[in-house]
């Protein structure tokens, strides 16, 4: 008894995370494909209501180029994603995100036909390439990365043991985009109107289109979709997968009586 309760409880589990996954995966599947159908706008074209815009990436008279934690590269907007090594009990084990940042000034895209303010959402939106940094378990990270962790509460510096010539302790991986000035970027979210006056209009894109689309990368447009799918079809396989194996352990007790 216990013991088919214990595998009713391990099914409901693959169950869940099954579906979760598959579920992201249909979302980054389904994004990618708004993004291929969109049609890009030219920035002097803008109306209120959803937009792709592509150009180059200039801050406004209120921006100041941040430091980026790591690198110490003067960006306009970056992001910081840190990654712990979780082991499966089984000799395998996945990269599972602990720590996600962005962080973004008010910028102006320009097409060449004109231009338009670009704010990042309370929700983020950045896509940016990464550089990235991997510290082994019971290796000391670059003092960069230590600095940084010793100043976000939601961190700390992993513990790390030597046992004869083995370190054992957490492995990590730390990332790190960053959008500098000058840079082409590709934008996909809501305009809205900001003022008007006699004869011009100020516009901005701040905020998610009514499917959730907010995107503000450095990335083209081919490559975001291209990996948006990519990345979809992996999810939802594995997800596939999981609830397949979910099901399995569900009706296993049940096929063994």
Do not use: C
């Not at 081919?222 to 979910?246: D, H, I, P, S």
């Amino acid at each position: 008894m216990v013991q088919q309760f214990a595998i009713s409880l391990g099914s409901i589990v693959f169950l869940v995370v099954g579906l979760v996954t598959m579920n992201r995966g249909r979302k980054e599947r389904a994004e990618s494909t708004r993004m291929e159908e969109t049609e890009t706008t030219q920035i002097r074209d803008v109306s209120p209501g959803p937009v792709e815009v592509k150009g180059t990436v200039h801050g406004t008279e209120d921006s100041t180029l941040q430091a980026a934690p790591f690198s110490d590269t003067d960006a306009l907007a970056v992001s910081v994603e840190v990654q712990e090594w979780h082991t499966s009990g089984e000799g395998g084990g996945n990269w599972k995100t602990i720590f996600e940042e962005e962080t973004a000034e008010p910028i102006y895209v320009d097409d060449g036909t004109g231009q338009v303010l670009v704010e990042l959402p309370v929700d983020g939106g950045l896509n940016l390439e990464q550089d990235e940094w991997k510290v082994e378990a019971g290796d000391d990270p670059p003092e960069a990365i230590r600095t940084y962790v010793e100043n976000v509460p939601e961190l700390d510096l992993p513990e790390g043991h030597d046992i004869g010539p083995l370190s054992t302790g957490e492995r990590r991986r730390y990332r790190e985009g960053v959008l500098e000035p000058d840079e082409d970027v590709y934008v996909l979210g809501t305009v809205s109107e900001t003022g008007a006056g006699w004869d011009t209009r100020d516009y901005v894109i701040g905020e998610p289109t009514a499917d959730g689309d907010f995107v503000l990368s450095d990335k083209s447009e081919a490559q975001l979709v291209k990996e948006g799918k990519r990345g979809g079809l992996v999810f939802v396989a594995f997800g596939g997968l999981l609830t397949v194996v979910g099901i399995g352990l569900f009706v296993f007790p049940f096929i063994s009586v």
